[in-house]
């Protein structure tokens, strides 16, 4: 099942702080990464990710090359952190949370890839927009387009309410 | 070439210049931990003058006394009182360092026991950058090697970073420090306030726990 989604841009707003809270944090210098853990919630503008572990994995190299840096950044691909740290991904595991212009997705864990600029949950994935609820094993969603496909080994199931506005 | 020289209290004005062969040890700690600002400053851009200055400070601070006691002393009931007693050197890379206590008191009865008042130590970070780092009070002992900072700590940095800790605990033998007072680090890139932080693994590995909250800046 194809749908469009809000999650554009999910987590690339570079003009928006980003608002992290957890009961702990772990920084890795070696392996460069960081690790929250416990009631992870990450906000910015109105997106908003909750889950209970969230590892940041940051770029081996600050950014490959003068001229593919330039691209990067100035196409805004990945959150970067002041001082040129560019995030390359956002493993959630444990009950996944996201929220983006009144949608709602949950899975059992997800990842958001700035590399490729996908966001990807598995397991018991929902996605709920408005009223009508999409339900399946995996969601992927394409963060260039906001267009979301939902897989499953069984049957993917819709729920539209009438007079509710289709997913297109 | 790395050397070290003592600038001695007001009271005789005497400067003194050798270096110390037991300092070419803390003087690799330093720079190691010097060098691994520049990683950290990459993995959390705003913590890396943090564990510089503090752990810098103590690469260095064993230095300020055997030398430092042939300068402005005085004996009073608490113990051998050092006046001002200042230490500045450079590290590798030229980068220069500079320690200064208001007042040291080395005990009579443990002499391993130093009690600093007013401690300051300006470190340069090579890259332009130098941090600064005060403490009202602190104690250090000479054989564990733990320097307690149990008034505070107040780091500043020149690329408008600034870190408090109501109280910090470092062990140098071990790489370690750990403050759980409550932590907070605040910078033009963001900042990171945690009930608790321990540096581990010289600072390889930073835990912030009770409680964390980060905000990250846009990129200017």
């Known amino acids: ?168 | 070439m790395t050397d070290a020289a003592v600038i001695s209290g007001p009271a005789s004005g005497q400067q003194h210049a050798f270096a110390v062969p037991a300092r070419r040890r803390e003087e690799k700690r330093a720079l190691a931990n010097t060098r691994r600002v520049k990683r950290l400053r990459i993995v959390v851009p705003t913590l890396g003058f943090l564990i510089a200055a503090v752990l810098t400070v103590g690469a260095v601070l064993p230095k300020l006394f055997p030398i430092a006691a042939l300068a402005g002393l005085s004996l009073t009931a608490d113990g051998l009182v050092m006046n001002e007693p200042r230490l500045a050197g450079h590290l590798g890379g030229g980068r220069r360092y500079e320690v200064v206590a208001s007042r040291a008191v080395q005990s009579l009865l443990t002499p391993s026991h130093l009690a600093l008042e007013g401690l300051q130590a300006n470190l340069d970070m090579g890259d332009g950058e130098s941090v600064a780092m005060h403490s009202a009070g602190a104690t250090y002992d000479t054989n564990t090697e733990v320097l307690n900072l149990a008034d505070g700590v107040r780091i500043n940095s020149t690329d408008g970073s600034k870190a408090s800790l109501e109280s910090a605990t470092v062990f140098f033998q071990d790489g370690r420090m750990e403050s759980e007072a409550g932590i907070s680090i605040n910078s033009p890139r963001g900042n990171i306030r945690a009930g608790r932080i321990d540096v581990l693994e010289g600072g390889d590995l930073i835990r912030f726990s009770d409680g964390v909250a980060i905000t990250i800046n846009p990129a200017t």
Do not use: C, H, M, W
């Not at chain 1, 987590?11 to 608002?19: C, K, L, N, R």
């Not at chain 1, 960081?34 to 009631?39: H, I």
């Not at chain 1, 600050?62 to 691209?71: Q, V, W």
């Open chain 1, 1 to 168: 099942q194809q749908l469009q989604t809000g999650f554009a841009d999910f987590g690339q707003d570079q003009s928006t702080p980003i608002e992290i809270e957890a009961d702990a944090l772990e920084v890795q210098d070696k392996k460069n990464t960081a690790v929250f853990t416990g009631n992870v919630t990450v906000r910015q503008g109105n997106a908003a990710l909750q889950t209970s572990r969230l590892t940041v994995v940051y770029s081996q190299s600050a950014l490959p090359s003068p001229d593919k840096a330039t691209a990067a950044t100035t196409s805004g691909k990945a959150p970067s952190t002041p001082g040129d740290q560019r995030i390359s991904r956002l493993e959630a595991t444990g009950e996944v949370l996201l929220e983006s212009d009144g949608q709602t997705a949950t899975g059992n864990d997800g990842v958001i890839d700035f590399d490729t600029n996908t966001l990807a949950l598995n397991g018991n994935v929902t996605l709920t927009q408005g009223d009508n609820v999409v339900t399946g094993d995996k969601l992927t969603v394409d963060l260039n387009t906001g267009i979301a496909r939902v897989q499953s080994t069984g049957r993917v199931r819709v729920l539209l309410s009438p007079g509710g506005n289709r997913p297109n």
